[in-house]
């Protein structure tokens, strides 16, 4: 994660919003322009990733990215980045 890091100290990303979608994303990329999700600035972290991460399907990942967008706060972030230090110790949804 320390290239994202780097990232984040550039401006390019921050510690919360949806995760960068990968170039070969196309569907998840046309769904969140659909939505206004493209409009955030991606995150390290977000909502999707503490509801499911890469289990969810992408029309799902999209609806949590929307309610981000919608929700977006100070102490959202702070909640996302709580659960996402949980999940991290707990090691939920770690399959490998």
Same mark, same amino acid.
């Given at each position: 994660?320390?290239?994202? +890091?780097?990232?984040? +100290?550039?401006?390019?990303?921050?510690?919360?919003?949806?995760?960068?979608?990968?170039?070969?994303?196309?569907?998840?990329?046309?769904?969140?322009?659909?939505?206004?999700?493209?409009? +955030?600035?991606?995150?390290?972290?977000?909502?999707?990733q503490?509801?499911?991460?890469?289990?969810?399907?992408?029309?799902?990942?999209?609806?949590?990215?929307?309610?981000?967008?919608?929700?977006?706060?100070l102490?959202?972030?702070?909640?996302?980045?709580?659960?996402?230090?949980?999940?991290?110790?707990?090691?939920?949804?770690?399959?490998?």
């Amino acid at each position: 994660e320390l290239p994202q +890091l780097w990232s984040i +100290l550039k401006g390019d990303m921050s510690f919360v919003g949806p995760r960068p979608a990968l170039f070969n994303q196309h569907d998840l990329i046309e769904l969140r322009t659909q939505q206004g999700v493209h409009t +955030l600035v991606p995150g390290l972290t977000g909502w999707a990733q503490v509801n499911g991460r890469d289990e969810l399907p992408i029309p799902d990942k999209v609806k949590l990215d929307v309610a981000y967008l919608r929700r977006q706060s100070l102490w959202f972030d702070i909640r996302i980045l709580w659960l996402t230090f949980v999940k991290v110790l707990r090691r939920d949804g770690v399959s490998h």
